[in-house]
């Protein structure tokens, strides 16, 4: 708006009268002075100076003087009225605002009001300074004026907007959810006061809490005055509209901004286009609303502006749009300048920093990820919610509203309410719209096929007001961001509505084909019939009939979708198709004001995901596009905003729009804009850039990586896809779905429900973490069908929402866990969800842990245990519950039979778990339940409360009281009641604060309680109680014995007599007092057992040689086995010599324990004698200050053990150990590590190993070795004939290890990694190499190598008359530094005989005078173009017989390459070029040439895209062919079928992998028709093939299986995935027998079942030769197992045994333990997730297999005891390497125990412990302790 708007006068007398009642008020709150001054105005004042001057004026008086004032200028001239209230305002303090711009305002209007007209009052005095009094009155003058032309503006402005609007937009209405405002820590507050509101008195500005506070937009704009105010909402909610709505309620005084304020409303698209600098006066009155008045006017408004900043609102709407990124000042900067233009960045962010106008009111609208741009400059966050269903209905129904058929209306609301898709769209008011015209669309076509297409004249109107709305969001009514309701009429009349459910687009890429096709169809100017039609799926002819409008306009969509570009001039579209946009509506006009003021026309498209739509269908229909481009455009968006991310004004919709149009639904439009002008088809290429996304969409499924919001972005984008494929693969991988800090609508959860839905009857859990969402989404939520685990976690959810959750539970028919923890649930909440849990039968977990249930909500829990008959944990946990909540529970432990445990933890854990049904009927006896009430503050009222509660409960097994404060008189009332209790193992109270006088309660029981066998008492820290029951001890039942165990106790005498007294009189007493322990034994008389083993021990003692010498004759006649135990004893040299001297005479000592007595190396080296005093020793393990032990055996050992760790082995002290050693027996292993040895110890002990007698390996780890101790250490190598290997690494783990051999012929191996290798080191290594007798394998990894010095390395080597293997890796080795360092080793070398470089690591094969036969680039980033520099190598290469460029990009640069190569390599007999992208350009290139490479026998082609010409005249070469791989291939339906066929024409194929391809019925049936022909087969790969209509069906499996019969050479099959059930398995049974070759069987993810499965081993009885069964992922079970038995021992040749996740219980297990003590030659076994943690047995049997090197225990909830039983056996499996334990039930106590056994298995290189009951505190510890242990879940 250019022109200027003026008031018109008001009658100042008037206004004085108006106002005097407030003008009262205010004057009589000034001081005696400005009363005085004002009252001198009047002529007759001279008589009131006395009153008015003295010091206290009466009240009253001064009022009368006042009335009297004002009732004297109310009736005088005009002139003196207004400099009486020029004056006044100038005078006076605390006038509102709005009434001082007012009075000033009617004061200063007459053109004489610059003259001060006071003399005719004051007889020419003035009141006050001419100059003070002219402050003000020229900004007041113009300051209303301007204010009027911006309310003019903003009217005029909404009435173009409110012209299309369905209803009227109210703020009451619109609703808004409060967030936490991350306010500037050192930003003042400058909220004005209340005189700067102008009176009003604004809502307190506090903290509404959670994410979920719901307020008006009306109430929440209230006190922002003053402030930085954030509205935040996504593209279509209507934000910009909301603003317009606000600058209105301005323009008439109505509204949060008061009408005193200027209404300042600027749009960041609008700044935009100022490139210059602009000031503050540039900014109002060039840019918003212009002044033709001069220069003055506005300097005079900008002073006024500047000195009452408070008095001002600015609006900054759509921040989203700004090209440039806001400023935030860390501290309060100066005040800018407001004269000196600024980039228009700067001048916003000064007004975000109130560095400009500090004190005005600012508010900024933007979208949710933008906000964190505003962190610490905004005051008030709010985000702006979506439309419940009485929105969406209320808008639909004014949509329709006056329609000409009525019924229209009512049957789009039915069905949009009742389409759960569209109704989840529509809680945006602009896809709400959208969905309205897709509606009404889709309902007149179904109405009347036959009707005139939409009256021009209305049509077009319709169409082209929608052009002319400004591309933004509308909240209320309007349709959303530039979209404008389409008020669409059908034929006159009420024919029958057609349209169905079915017939509703599934996706919104659908539905905006369909409202595409419903702006098309409303053109005016058709070119075509109105008979043609648009229905649900878009008929061809409508895109084809405007293609060419529609290829510009999705050009230019895709050019402002690339360039960031929304607003487009005129230039930017041909003239021809701007008209048409506008025409249909696909276009908008929006008025732009250039730099120089004038205003010009602009476009845009209606909405911006209508530009997105638009730029997907060109990069679905345009070869202008690249697959590069769509590549990186291609990606999941993040709702988690960061403040590195980059702003983009776009929705990031365009990922979900090309997976909609990927889908075959959309295939048929897509074709119509890629064919040509010409007629030709353009299926194919549409076809392949569809193929490209699922592609791309299904490697982000197979991401293991993706966070909560990108997971729920795929699942959106699957959904469009309508891939229920894809779908399935987004789970198969994630058994459940993690949701963090995100806000869920209505519409994520449908997209959630589509991926869930794939499960099937496998399951899945969903867990939502601080997910804020509405209750609709609960609505939505039991669409998801599957679901097994459910989960909320978070304050949010409160008690109304588990109401709610309440009324949908029992439609989770498959639920079995429930969580609803860390939330704000209460007793009311629990009374819910405990109504609707009984309607849940399946649930087995509760966790209702971290609320507020108090005692109460725990009782109702607690009452519903009987109705849950398969419940087996309730945790409930840290919910201010009391002692009566644990007693309430116990008490039902009488009623519920089932329940196991009640573990409570002070207030902190409170849980209860349940026996399962089926365990009732186990082969194993039922265990007494068990009570841990730890660390609870006890009274006798409640333990009182507890025994009788106990009393009541059924036998206990244990009854668990640690870390409770039990005083005398508690004690006292449990031993009265414990007769009463039922423990039938023991009671443990440890950590109890127990004192001597609580020890004698203690020690009574075991003569007053018969049921009392032994008390075990410390009271030392840490304080043990342990009152063991008859059924709890370890012996025979007829034992009659008890044992009293104090130690610790620190007793006196006089405690001692008490103790006796208390224990009443035996004539078995016995007593041993060691100083520190007291052991009490009754017993009766038996004779002495010499088989039985007795424990000596003495411990905490110092005991002298003589000492030991006496203890040791003593004990030299015991006849029955033997333990010492001298522990913690401080042992002297000399005691260890003495105990040297007796130790030979100690025949029957099986065990000597000197943990933590061995103070110095000296003595360590004197217990080494044993080795040589003594024949009986078996193992020595030696580490001072801490554990040690000698073990011996009955008889004479063969061989000993010795590990001599953690002292100072230097010197003299080498010196000893090494003539030790030399006299002692024959060793299986040494261990030296951690003895300070250095370089001059290692290369000492290395040269005298030739005088040792070792037969396993020596480790000299950690004993601070340099580069040339290394090349000591590989000398061994070439020194000494029986040194097999040596591994060095000089990293943290400082590994050091050598390995000896017995055999005669054997490979020499030596390991360097992370050793810091020099140029010189190299070469001293190659000199040491060329001269090993035997063929060496090297190994070096990470040594920091150059390029150079690897090529000079191999070079060296070149002397040497044995074959070496080379394996170098460093990260460096990748693309073209690949290529160059395998290029320089073949041009250096002439002794390679193969090359290859797979990911980062150089492998080479050494041999004298050889050519190369086998060049290979696999997975190492190659791109095509990088291997022209190795065209002159592999011209040199005649005899070269493989060539290998699998997994890299190759393009048609790579292409390229081998075609000028393959005509000169006639002896090429193989050749891969897998690739991990579908590509069509690298076979199409390549297929001429392979045709002419006749020598080809071995060709893979996995991971490409095969063109139909390509496969023509592939198809040929076919019957040359050995090998064949063409898994991940594409192809089109035609193609694909040519290919499978002419596999019936391979007659010498031996090899065939065709791993997840979808086959369609035809091609089935001819890759069946194909094996059946091809007898030669050795080896077939079918896993994961699919048809066009998913898995293969029964009869399709069936057939396919009857084809392989007449293969009677097959040794390897692989059937993954096939989903193969019994009738599969009996047909494949059939076939075993037959191949007894077969040397590898594949068949994870079938459906074998447990009969089945011993139905297949009986079959594979005669498969001799078995070496590898893979059977993981079926339903085998015990029956299977105890076939495995009799089976697998027969076959002696297995390696490799998988039967991971299937249903093997305990008795299975046992039966699998008996199998694997028979597999002699096992190296790997998996049983991950095999049904029962209880594998002890399976993992005792390990040591029968000697070559084991990976074992797969994980997600087993294996305890303690397997991991105990595990450690015991790993020393026993010397070449073991990786045992994966993760996911299990392994404590502290486990980990330490694989800890101390992996001292003893040197190979041993990882155990994996993630997700075991190990804190991450002591995980650390442990992982610091030993590298070896992994707790991360990577």
Same mark, same amino acid.
């Given at each position: 708006?250019?022109?200027?708007v @003026? ?41 009131? $100076? ?8 009466p ?36 006038i509102?605002?709005?009434l ?9 209007? !007459? ?38 032309a ?37 930003? %003042?507050?400058?909220? =004005? ?6 009176g ?97 006017k ?31 000042q860390?501290v ?15 001048l ?8 400009? /106008? ?47 058929d ?33 509606l ?15 009256p ?21 009514? $309007? ?26 687009? *599934?996706?919104?890429t ?17 070119r ?10 878009? =008929? ?43 025409r ?28 997105e739509?638009l ?8 070869a ?25 004004? @776009?929705?990031?919709?365009l ?20 064919r ?67 806000r ?22 969903? $867990? ?47 639920? &079995?866990?429930l ?9 009311t ?54 002692l ?44 007494? =339940?068990?009570?841990?009430? +730890? ?11 507890l ?60 003569s ?9 008492? #410390? ?6 109680v ?8 370890q ?21 001692? !007599? ?12 016995t ?8 052991? +009490? ?30 203890l ?8 029955? +086995?033997?333990?010492?135990? /001298? ?8 005691a ?7 130790? %030979? ?28 005093v ?18 011996f ?42 003895n ?26 950690k ?19 029986n040194?097999?290997g ?19 012929s ?10 810091? /290798? ?28 150059q ?21 170098? !890796? ?36 050494l ?39 699998s ?28 690739s ?12 001429e040439?392979?045709?002419?490479a006749?020598?080809?026998?071995c ?57 997840c ?6 091609s ?5 028709q ?17 048809t066009?209509?998913?898995?293969l ?25 096939? &989903? ?52 993981? *992922? ?36 046992? *039966? ?20 029962? =943690?209880e ?15 990976d ?13 105990v ?11 073991l ?8 039930a ?21 155990? &994996? ?7 991450p505190?002591e995980?650390?510890?442990?992982s +610091?302790?030993? #590298? ?7």
């Amino acid at each position: 708006m250019d022109e200027e708007v @003026f008031p018109d006068a008001e009658n100042v007398n008037s206004v004085l009268a108006q106002e005097s009642s407030e003008l009262l008020h205010i004057l009589s709150g000034q001081s005696p002075v400005v009363i005085m001054k004002l009252c001198q105005m009047m002529p007759s004042y001279a008589g009131w $100076d006395i009153n008015l001057a003295s010091s206290i004026p009466p009240a009253a008086a001064v009022t009368e003087h006042i009335k009297a004032v004002l009732e004297y200028f109310r009736v005088a001239k005009a002139e003196d009225c207004r400099n009486f209230l020029q004056s006044m305002c100038i005078l006076c303090e605390n006038i509102p605002m709005h009434l001082e711009s007012r009075l000033m305002s009617v004061a200063g209007y !007459e053109n004489s009001a610059c003259e001060h007209s006071s003399s005719s009052v004051t007889g020419g005095k003035s009141s006050s300074p001419p100059s003070e009094q002219l402050v003000k009155r020229p900004r007041i003058d113009y300051w209303p004026q301007y204010k009027a032309a911006v309310m003019l503006f903003q009217k005029r402005r909404w009435e173009r907007l409110s012209e299309r609007l369905v209803s009227e937009v109210q703020l009451e209405n619109v609703w808004v959810s409060l967030r936490t405002a991350n306010r500037g820590r050192d930003r %003042p507050d400058q909220t =004005p006061g209340s005189a700067d509101k102008g009176g009003r008195t604004p809502e307190p500005d506090g903290d509404y809490g959670a994410m979920d506070s719901r307020v008006t937009l009306e109430t929440f704009l209230q006190g922002c005055a003053g402030k930085v105010t954030v509205l935040v909402g996504p593209a279509g909610s209507g934000k910009t509209l909301l603003m317009s709505c606000l600058g209105q309620h301005w323009a008439q005084g109505l509204g949060p901004v008061p009408s005193s304020y200027l209404f300042v409303l600027l749009e960041f698209r609008q700044l935009n286009l100022r490139s210059q600098p602009l000031s503050l006066s540039d900014l109002l009155f060039r840019h918003y609303v212009p002044m033709k008045e001069g220069d003055h006017k506005k300097e005079a408004i900008v002073d006024y502006l500047l000195s009452n900043p408070e008095q001002s609102c600015w609006v900054l709407d759509g921040y989203d749009e700004f090209h440039s990124k806001l400023t935030k000042q860390e501290v309060q900067r100066e005040l800018l300048d407001p004269e000196r233009p600024l980039p228009v960045a700067d001048l916003i962010s000064g007004l975000l920093n109130r560095q400009l /106008l500090p004190g005005c009111t600012v508010m900024v609208t933007c979208r949710v990820r933008d906000v964190i741009d505003l962190e610490g400059v905004s005051d008030k966050v709010g985000q702006l919610l979506g439309w419940g269903c009485h929105e969406i209905k209320e808008y639909v129904d004014n949509f329709f509203r006056g329609k000409a058929d009525s019924a229209l209306g009512m049957h789009a609301a039915e069905l949009l309410l009742s389409s759960q898709h569209l109704l989840a769209m529509s809680s945006l008011p602009a896809l709400c719209n959208i969905c309205c015209i897709c509606l009404e669309h889709l309902l007149l076509e179904s109405r009347d096929p036959g009707r005139t297409a939409i009256p021009k004249e209305r049509g077009s109107e319709t169409r082209r007001k929608a052009g002319e709305k400004e591309d933004k969001g509308v909240q209320s009514e $309007d349709p959303g961001e530039g979209s404008e309701d389409m008020m669409m009429d059908g034929t006159n009349g009420r024919a029958q509505l057609l349209l169905t459910q079915a017939q509703i687009p *599934s996706t919104l890429t659908q539905v905006y084909l369909t409202v595409l096709g419903s702006f098309l169809y409303s053109d005016p100017d058709t070119r075509g019939s109105n008979d043609e039609l648009i229905t649900t799926r878009l =008929p061809q002819s409508i895109l084809g009939q405007y293609r060419s409008e529609l290829c510009e306009l999705t050009q230019l969509a895709w050019k402002g979708l690339e360039d960031g570009k929304i607003l487009f001039m005129e230039e930017d579209i041909s003239q021809d198709v701007l008209k048409f946009s506008i025409r249909t509506g696909l276009i908008s006009q929006v008025e732009l004001r250039r730099e120089d003021g004038m205003l010009v026309n602009s476009y845009c498209f209606t909405h911006l995901t209508l530009q997105e739509f638009l730029a997907a269908l060109r990069v679905m229909t345009s070869a202008d596009v690249s697959d590069t481009q769509l590549k990186k455009r291609f990606s999941l968006r993040t709702r988690w905003t960061t403040k590195s991310d980059q702003r983009t004004v @776009f929705t990031d919709s365009l990922h979900l729009f090309l997976c909609g149009l990927a889908s075959p639904q959309c295939t048929s439009a897509l074709v119509q804009l890629a064919r040509t002008p010409g007629g030709k088809g353009g299926q194919s290429w549409v076809q392949r850039r569809q193929s490209l996304v699922l592609k791309l969409l299904k490697n982000l499924c197979h991401s293991n990586t993706l966070t909560g919001p990108k997971i729920l972005e795929l699942c959106h984008c699957v959904q469009e896809s309508q891939d229920h494929q894809l779908a399935k693969q987004v789970v198969g991988t994630r058994p459940t779905l993690e949701l963090r800090n995100i806000r869920l609508l209505p519409n994520d959860i449908d997209a959630l429900a589509f991926v869930v839905n794939s499960v099937g009857d496998n399951g899945i859990g969903l $867990d939502f973490g601080a997910c804020s969402m509405e209750l609709e989404c609960l609505d939505v939520l039991p669409r998801c069908q599957y679901i097994q685990h459910l989960s909320f976690r978070s304050r949010k959810y409160d008690d109304k929402f588990a109401e709610k959750l309440s009324s949908i539970l029992p439609k989770f028919t498959n639920l &079995r866990k429930l969580e609803f923890c860390g939330a704000s649930l209460t007793a009311t909440g629990a009374t819910s969800l405990a109504s609707a849990l009984p309607s849940c039968p399946g649930i087995t977990e509760l966790n209702l842990s971290d609320n507020h249930l108090k005692d109460g909500g725990i009782k109702h829990i607690a009452d519903i245990f009987t109705k849950q008959p398969r419940l087996v944990l309730v945790k409930l946990g840290r919910n201010n519950s009391s002692l009566e909540a644990v007693d309430y529970l116990i008490g039902k432990m009488s009623l519920c039979l089932n329940i196991q445990q009640v573990h409570a933890d002070g207030r902190k854990e409170l849980s209860v778990t349940f026996s399962q049904n089926s365990d009732l009927h186990s082969h194993k006896k039922k265990s007494e =339940p068990t009570i841990s009430l +730890l660390n609870q503050k006890w009274s006798k009222a409640d333990m009182q409360k507890l025994a009788k509660s106990l009393a009541h409960c059924p036998a206990l097994s244990v009854l668990n009281m640690s870390g409770s404060h039990l005083d005398v008189e508690t004690l006292k009332t449990l031993t009265q009641y414990l007769p009463e209790i039922n423990v039938t193992k023991k009671i443990i109270a440890n950590d109890s604060c127990l004192t001597v006088e609580g020890l004698v309660i203690l020690t009574a029981l075991l003569s007053d309680c018969p049921a009392v066998v032994e008390l075990h008492i #410390r009271l030392q820290s840490p304080v043990q109680v342990s009152i063991v029951f008859s059924g709890g001890r370890q012996k025979t039942a007829n034992e009659e014995s008890k044992l009293l165990c104090l130690s610790w106790c620190g007793l006196l005498p006089s405690h001692l !007599e008490r103790v006796w007294r208390s224990l009443g009189t035996s004539p078995d007493l016995t007593l041993l007092d060691d100083g520190d322990s007291v052991i +009490l034994k009754f017993c009766p008389d038996k004779r002495e057992d010499k088989q039985q083993q007795k424990i000596f021990r003495i411990n905490n003692n110092k005991l002298l040689p003589s000492n030991i010498t006496t203890l040791c004759r003593r004990l030299v006649q015991c006849r029955s +086995l033997l333990e010492l135990d /001298l522990s913690h004893c401080s042992l002297t040299d000399k005691a260890i010599d003495n105990l040297m001297k007796v130790l %030979p005479k100690m025949t029957s000592l099986q065990r000597l324990n000197v943990s933590h007595s061995i103070t110095s190396t000296t003595g360590a080296l004197v217990l080494i004698r044993c080795l040589t005093v003594s024949q009986q020793v078996t193992s020595v393990e030696l580490r001072p200050q801490t554990e040690s032990f000698i073990q011996f055996d009955s008889l004479k050992a063969e061989q000993a053990s010795c590990r001599l760790t953690h002292c100072s082995l230097k010197g003299d002290n080498l010196e000893r150990l090494l003539q030790i050693l030399q006299q002692g027996p024959q060793l299986s292993d040494l261990d030296l590590s951690s003895n300070q040895m250095e370089d001059e110890g290692v290369k000492h002990f290395v040269d005298s190993l030739q005088q040792h007698k070792i037969t396993s390996y020596v480790n000299l780890s950690k004993n601070g070795l340099t580069q040339q101790g290394l090349l000591d250490v590989a000398n061994t190598l070439c020194t000494f004939d029986n040194v097999s290997g040596v591994e060095v690494s000089l990293g943290a783990e400082e590994r050091c290890l050598i390995w000896f051999t017995q055999h005669e012929s054997f490979v020499k191996t030596l390991s360097i990694r992370d050793s810091s /290798l020099e140029r010189d080191h190299l070469v001293r290594l190659a000199e040491i190499l060329s001269i090993c007798p035997s063929p060496t394998k090297l190994e070096f990894k990470n040594n920091s190598l150059q390029s150079d010095w690897i090529e000079d390395f191999v070079k060296l080597l070149n002397s040497s008359q044995r074959g070496f293997s080379i394996n170098i !890796e460093e990260h460096w080795i990748r693309s073209e530094e690949a290529v160059s360092l395998l290029c320089r080793c073949l041009d250096l070398s002439s002794n390679i005989h193969t090359i290859r470089v797979h990911h980062n690591t150089l492998h080479l094969s050494l041999m004298k005078s050889t050519e190369v036969t086998s060049i290979s680039l696999t997975d190492c980033a190659v791109e095509g173009y990088q291997l022209a520099s190795m065209k002159s190598i592999i011209l040199r290469c005649p005899l070269l017989t493989e060539l290998d460029f699998s997994l890299n990009s190759l393009g048609i640069e790579g292409a390229e390459f081998l075609c000028s190569v393959l005509p000169s390599l006639p002896n090429l007999t193989s050749l891969s070029i897998g690739s991990k992208e579908a590509s069509v350009t690298v076979v199409e290139k390549l297929s001429e040439a392979l045709l002419q490479a006749t020598s080809i026998q071995c060709l893979n082609l996995s991971g490409h895209m095969i063109s139909d010409t390509a496969a023509q005249i592939m198809t040929k070469m076919w019957p040359c062919l050995r090998s064949l791989n063409l898994s991940h291939c594409e192809w089109s339906a035609s193609g694909g079928l040519q290919l499978i066929k002419a596999l019936g024409e391979c007659v010498s194929l031996e090899g065939l992998c065709l791993d997840c391809l979808r086959l369609n019925e035809e091609s089935r049936m001819c890759l069946a028709q194909a094996l059946r022909k091809i007898k030669s087969i050795r080896s077939l790969k079918l896993n994961k093939i699919d048809t066009a209509m998913g898995p293969l069906q029964a009869d399709s499996v069936l057939d396919l299986l009857a084809a392989m019969e007449g293969l009677t050479r097959m040794q390897e099959i692989e059937l993954e995935g096939w &989903r193969m059930a019994d009738r599969g398995i009996e047909e494949l049974t059939r076939l075993l027998p037959v191949w007894t070759e077969l040397r590898k069987i594949s068949l994870s993810k079938n459906l074998i079942s447990d009969q089945s499965g011993d139905m297949l081993l009986e079959a594979l009885n005669s498969c001799t030769h078995l070496e590898e069964l893979y059977l993981p *992922s079926n339903s085998l079970g015990d029956l299977t197992a105890a076939r495995m038995a009799l089976v697998l021992p027969s076959l002696t040749y297995i390696t490799v045994l998988d039967i991971s996740e299937n249903r093997i219980g305990y008795e299975g297990s046992v *039966s699998l333990s008996k199998a694997i003590m028979c597999m002699n030659n096992l190296t790997k076994i998996y049983l991950t997730s095999v049904g029962t =943690p209880e594998l002890c047995a399976v993992a005792a049997s390990l040591a029968h297999c000697p070559l084991i090197q990976d074992v797969g225990l994980g997600w087993n909830n294996c305890g303690d005891k397997v991991a105990v039983e595990l450690a015991r056996v790993m020393p026993l499996c010397q070449k073991l390497t990786r045992l994966d334990l993760e996911s299990n039930a392994v404590s502290v106590s486990g980990a330490e125990a694989l800890v101390r056994a992996l001292q003893s298995c040197p190979a041993l290189e990882l155990i &994996r412990l993630w997700r075991n009951k190990v804190s991450p505190g002591e995980a650390q510890r442990l992982s +610091l302790r030993e #590298r070896r242990l992994n707790f991360s879940s990577t």
